[in-house]
């Protein structure tokens, strides 16, 4: 069975830091292009980044660009997005995704505030 | 950055209806365009691939044409598991955008 896991998400301060990780497990992780998407409160989705199979090529969002990395571990099934100075609006649900027949994690909540 | 507008952005419908959502890009994404239905606290859950391929396991009631600029989403008969936020997304161009949602609920 196919799983996307999400994780380390939480209320963190402006201007802080925080890492989130996507645990995939059920088909070949290496094989696969990943995403982060995500939903602000009472929003719609946004997409903010994406990693190539081998990790060699990544893309952003303008509004992430410069503050958030993404990067992967294929030995251990794992995408990770490293999210720096951050701001209250990216205050939101972060789901990792593969755009493919393999779907998406149920996601991970991030509030930033004081 | 392209642009995807979706229409309607909600829309009132019962058991059975035919239901079509637009989502038009400000330039052209050629096939690059799925579909995904969104119901909260869930994952979002690709119905359509490339515009018209059917993801395996959606129902033969849910369609999709187009190209370009201009794509389409039908359901051909509600069903009351249907109700729920459909999304265009875009991923020829980067950065890959999705539409603002239709919200489809029931009359």
């Known amino acids: 069975e196919v799983q996307l896991v999400e994780s380390g998400g939480g209320l963190v301060q402006p201007g802080g830091s925080l890492r989130l990780s996507c645990a995939a497990s059920?088909?070949?992780?290496?094989?696969?292009?990943m995403h982060w998407v995500r939903q602000a409160p009472g929003k719609g989705l946004e997409w903010v980044s994406r990693i190539n199979n081998d990790g060699s090529s990544t893309r952003y969002a303008d509004s992430v660009k410069g503050r958030f990395t993404i990067s992967r571990d294929n030995a251990k099934n794992t995408l990770y997005l490293q999210m720096n100075t951050v701001r209250a609006e990216d205050t939101a649900v972060y789901y990792c995704?593969?755009?493919?027949?393999?779907?998406w994690g149920q996601g991970t909540p991030v509030t930033v505030s004081s | 950055d392209i642009q995807m507008t979706q229409s309607p952005s909600s829309l009132s419908a019962s058991v059975g209806d035919r239901v079509t959502i637009t989502c038009r890009a400000s330039?052209?994404?050629?096939?690059?365009l799925d579909w995904y239905q969104h119901k909260p606290g869930k994952a979002p859950k690709r119905l359509i691939y490339?515009?018209?391929n059917l993801q395996t396991g959606v129902p033969s009631r849910f369609s999709g044409s187009g190209s370009g600029t201009e794509f389409t989403l039908t359901i051909s008969s509600l069903q009351p598991e249907d109700f729920a936020t459909y999304y265009c997304?875009?991923?020829?161009?980067?950065?890959?955008?999705f539409g603002q949602g239709t919200k489809l609920e029931i009359k």
């Open positions: 995704a593969t755009f493919s027949d393999h779907g």
């Open positions: 330039q052209d994404v050629g096939n690059g």
């Open positions: 490339t515009a018209s």
């Open positions: 059920g088909f070949t992780f290496s094989n696969y292009w």
């Open positions: 997304l875009q991923h020829n161009i980067y950065p890959y955008t």
